[in-house]
């Protein structure tokens, strides 16, 4: 595409530039290139080690290969940088539902309901995994 050339230019013109990397790694998502975009991503993140998309990007990347373990690390660096991050608190509870830690799960929604209490997703998905932990006793 003529999006991932413009940026392949770009990159090559001025590789510190983290927002080049990140932009790139976004093209190679939508892609369905998902192990390029992780590449370009963590490039980013090591130009900018404060980059919460990056690591927001970075952790969906690896969520999108079912690497939860990879992609909660990613997520909780992004809280650490950003605990207010309404993306990160979804993808991370997201990321302990697929992990079986329904309880986790919870909390993080409980954390998202305070930022956005108008958050019908979250609050469905806070229902649902309420559930699973009582079945889960």
Excluded at 26 to 55: G, H, P, W
Excluded at 71 to 78: E, F, G, T
Excluded at 81 to 106: F, H, K, P, Q, V
Excluded at 128 to 134: E, G, S, T
């Amino acid at each position: 595409t003529s999006a991932l050339q413009y940026s392949n230019s770009a990159i090559t013109i001025y590789n510190l530039d983290p927002v080049l990397w990140f932009n790139r790694g976004v093209i190679y998502f939508f892609m369905k290139n998902i192990e390029k975009a992780a590449e370009d991503f963590n490039r980013a993140i090591q130009l900018d080690t404060l980059y919460s998309q990056a690591y927001l990007n970075l952790g969906n990347c690896f969520f999108n290969l079912q690497k939860y373990e990879d992609a909660k690390k990613q997520y909780s660096q992004l809280l650490k940088i950003d605990s207010t991050s309404g993306d990160g608190l979804w993808m991370m509870a997201r990321t302990e539902e697929m992990l079986g830690n329904y309880s986790m799960g919870s909390e993080f929604l409980k954390k998202l309901l305070v930022i956005e209490p108008g958050n019908k997703e979250a609050i469905k998905k806070e229902a649902i995994l309420r559930k699973k932990i009582v079945v889960v006793k």
